[in-house]
């Protein structure tokens, strides 16, 4: 069976200091994987997301990058975090089109 | 541009009550919808997918329904309990990547 693994499950990180979330997917292949963050009181954004190994497209002008440098291998990255960059961010999966996305349990950042 | 809303943004019940809960989209030309469940502080749960061909999909308690052409779907929750307590959003993919825009959630909370 499929699962999604995401890490850390939480992380406070004073400002200026790079980031590095790392999300792995297992029992499945070229998935399409994707970078949501969600703020205190408001709906899912989503940041990034990837049909293909080294394929990334961003949805918001942020601080943040992502890549994908394995098949199943997902990463969200800053050089220098902002207060703002505070939330939870979530990495998901799909098997390509109009089928059902996944979850994983989520990253608490909180920037100091 | 889909634009995704879900009424009511809070509700509380007593412990059997039926629900439900509405989420409309403006882009009616989706080929799924899909219902997830938030707990606090959790990543997502999948519930249900509801295909563009369905009108109604159906898992245990829990009965979707979509109307794309009143761009519309209902999430109804049968003999309400509470572990039932939690966040209820819906999602509707955008683009042949299937990125999902997210509705700001309706949160419940079912007492004893």
């Known amino acids: 069976s499929q699962t999604i693994h995401q890490w850390p499950a939480t992380l406070v990180q004073p400002v200026g200091s790079p980031l590095s979330l790392e999300c792995t997917v297992e029992?499945?292949?070229?998935?399409?994987l994707y970078w949501y963050r969600q703020a205190a009181g408001r709906g899912l954004q989503l940041l990034f997301y990837?049909?293909?190994?080294?394929?990334i497209s961003s949805e918001v002008p942020q601080n943040l990058s992502a890549s994908r440098p394995q098949d199943r291998q997902f990463i969200l990255s800053s050089k220098k975090l902002l207060l703002s960059d505070s939330g939870f961010y979530l990495c998901?999966?799909?098997?390509?089109?109009?089928?059902?996305?996944?979850f994983g349990q989520g990253t608490r950042l909180t920037v100091v | 541009k889909q634009e995704v809303t879900q009424i009511p943004a809070a509700l509380s019940v007593p412990e059997g009550e039926n629900l439900v809960l509405n989420c409309s989209f403006t882009?009616?030309?989706?080929?799924?919808l899909q219902w997830f469940r938030q707990d606090p502080g959790k990543g997502l749960t999948s519930l249900l997918l509801?295909?563009?061909?369905?009108r109604e999909q159906t898992s245990g308690r829990l009965n979707a329904s979509l109307d794309k052409s009143s761009g519309r779907s209902t999430l109804y929750i049968a003999a309400s309990q509470p572990g039932d307590s939690a966040t209820y959003l819906c999602?509707?993919?955008?683009?042949?990547?299937?990125?999902?825009?997210f509705g700001t959630g309706t949160r419940l909370q079912v007492f004893p």
């Open positions: 998901a999966w799909s098997v390509q089109q109009n089928t059902e996305a996944f």
């Open positions: 029992g499945t292949s070229n998935p399409n």
């Open positions: 990837s049909v293909g190994i080294g394929q």
């Open positions: 882009d009616s030309a989706i080929y799924n």
């Open positions: 509801i295909q563009s061909s369905q």
């Open positions: 999602a509707a993919p955008l683009g042949l990547a299937d990125k999902l825009i």
